[in-house]
C-alpha cells in the first residue's frame, strides 16, 4: 500500500482530465451525512486490482480510476519529488486534503 500526497498546487481540473485521458473513471459523491459510509464502499472498492483513488480538497466526491497502466506522478503531471509525500497511511492523505495541508491525496491498495 503506497498513498501520495500530492503537496504542489495543481488545477483540479487538469489534474482529473489528465487522470480521465489515462484511466477508467467512477465517482462517489459525498455529503456530511454519508462521508463515512460512501468512504467505507470507496475503500472497498480500492481493493480491486489495477485501482486507485483520488481525493481532492474542496471537492465532495471520492474518484475511483481503473486501468493497467501503473501510475507515476513525475511523468504524467511533471511532479518532482519535492511535490508529493510517499505514506503507507491511508487515512493521511485524507486528513491533510480535508486540513487544507494536501491539495489531493491519492490512495493505491493494490
Not at 38 to 60: I, P
Not at 69 to 82: H, I
Amino acid at each position: 500500500m503506497t498513498h501520495y500526497i500530492i503537496k504542489k498546487w495543481i488545477e483540479p481540473y487538469v489534474l482529473l482530465e489528465k487522470l480521465k485521458s489515462n484511466y477508467d473513471m467512477k465517482d462517489y459523491t459525498f455529503d456530511g451525512f454519508s462521508k463515512i459510509s460512501v468512504k467505507q464502499d470507496f475503500f472497498k472498492q480500492l481493493k480491486k486490482e489495477n485501482t486507485f483513488g483520488l481525493y481532492m480538497k474542496n471537492v465532495n466526491k471520492y474518484y475511483l480510476f481503473s486501468g493497467v497502466t501503473p501510475l507515476n506522478l513525475e511523468n504524467l503531471f511533471g511532479f518532482g519529488a519535492e511535490d508529493y509525500e510517499v505514506t503507507d497511511d491511508s487515512e493521511k492523505p485524507l486528513s491533510m486534503v480535508d486540513s487544507a495541508k494536501a491539495e489531493a491525496g491519492i490512495l493505491i491498495f493494490s
